[in-house]
């Protein structure tokens, strides 16, 4: 059985790292496939440990933006 998750992204200096929003699990890679990969397998150890009979999935649309405010210092 398979579980749908959202994931982002990010690259910090040299590195791909990918972020399961809804369990809290990281990993990273050099490039965004390895860091995929990485994820995947680290969601799903996660799961073989934990369980995920109470965990909801990713239903709905995810929509992700640049946000920029101005900071008063």
Known sequence: MSKRFTAIITREDKWYVAHCLKLGVVSQGKTIEAAK????????????????????????EVILYPLEVTANT
């Open 37 to 60: 990969t990485n994820l995947k397998e680290a969601v799903q150890l996660y799961l073989e440990s934990f369980g995920d009979e109470d965990l909801p999935e990713t239903t709905g």
